[in-house]
């Protein structure tokens, strides 16, 4: 029997080789991607404006992904606990993939130290559905508990929600103002404390 020549055994190995480079591009892509938006979303800035250390009960409102979650879950630590409120069930399905220890719940628990609620969409935001928030916040959350709220900032965009809108809300809803935060390029941070 006649053995194949050289290069056919090499071209057998090359889907292997095309795998392996694949995933290593995906990889390196991925870090990259998430090293980029931790240069504009600064969250352990974030989450040190907040005042988020280990032992604390926090919450993100609707998470979108488990970019903030995984966060959280580091800063807290494991005396610490992390809920998920309301996430959509890819999210929900995401959270049990990449951080189990956080809880995914269908509404606000009592009790948090913390919680986050990103409006980061540039699509029309309803005035009425944040104030709904911050009055389920308001009922829920114990005196001295923060809440972090990222929004879009930008003049250019019709319907957004801006700091003076929400802080006057927020007022409404038992809140007052801790810090307004503009270090974040396309955003601002307003946190939050219930009285």
């Given amino acids: 029997m006649e053995t194949p020549p050289r290069h056919y055994v090499a071209l057998a190995f090359l889907p292997i080789m095309l795998a392996a480079v ?3 591009a995906l990889y390196f892509y991925q870090r990259g991607a998430e090293e980029r938006r931790d ?6 800035a974030v989450l040190d404006a907040i005042g988020v250390h280990p032992g604390m009960r926090v919450a993100e409102w609707h998470p979108s992904d488990t970019y903030f979650l995984e966060r959280l879950e580091r800063r807290v ?4 606990s992390v809920y998920a409120v309301g996430p959509s069930s890819r999210v929900a399905q995401a959270i049990e993939r990449n951080v ?4 995914v719940v269908p509404e606000l628990p009592s009790g948090l130290d913390a919680l986050l609620d990103l409006h980061v969409s540039a699509a029309e ?3 009425l559905q944040v104030e709904k928030e911050l009055g389920e916040a308001g009922q829920r959350l114990t005196s001295g508990a923060r809440v972090g709220f990222i929004g879009v900032r930008g003049d250019r965009l019709d319907r957004i929600i801006g700091p003076g809108e929400l802080v006057e809300a927020a007022a409404g809803q038992d809140f007052r103002l801790v810090r307004k935060e503009d270090f974040l390029d396309r955003q601002f941070l307003l946190v939050l404390e219930k009285e």
Avoid at 39 to 44: A, F, H, N, S, V
Avoid at 100 to 103: G, K, L, Q
């Fill in 77 to 80: 630590g494991t005396d610490g």
């Fill in 39 to 44: 240069r504009w979303q600064q969250p352990e």
């Fill in 22 to 24: 694949t995933l290593a």
């Fill in 100 to 103: 189990p220890r956080v809880a």
């Fill in 125 to 127: 935001q309803e005035l």
